[in-house]
């Protein structure tokens, strides 16, 4: 777990300047959901202590058994793109 300054709570993994958001969630409607959520609080943090993320560097990855899903694209906004 992570609580940053502002009272966000969420699983995350650190490394250097980088920051991995973790879920386990089963269907990927409810997956897109909460990282578009999570996503959408860390851009509030970024705000807070005017930090600017690398927009073209973010990305999202799916880790599953499901290969019948193996091509679907998750759709994770931050500020909007």
């Known amino acids: 777990m992570m609580i940053l300054d502002s009272g ?3 699983r995350a993994t650190l490394y250097a300047d980088d920051i ?3 879920k386990k969630v089963h269907p990927f ?3 897109e959901c909460s990282l578009t959520a999570d996503m959408e609080r860390m851009a509030a ?3 807070t202590w005017r930090l600017k993320p ?3 560097k973010t ?3 799916v880790f599953h ?3 019948t899903s193996a091509a679907r694209k998750l759709r994770v906004p931050m ?3």
């Open 8 to 10: 966000i709570l969420f």
């Open 20 to 22: 991995c958001l973790v």
């Open 29 to 31: 409607a409810e997956l």
């Open 45 to 47: 943090y970024c705000r």
């Open 54 to 56: 690398s927009l073209s």
């Open 59 to 61: 990305v999202s990855s």
């Open 65 to 67: 058994l499901l290969n």
């Open 79 to 81: 500020e909007g793109q």
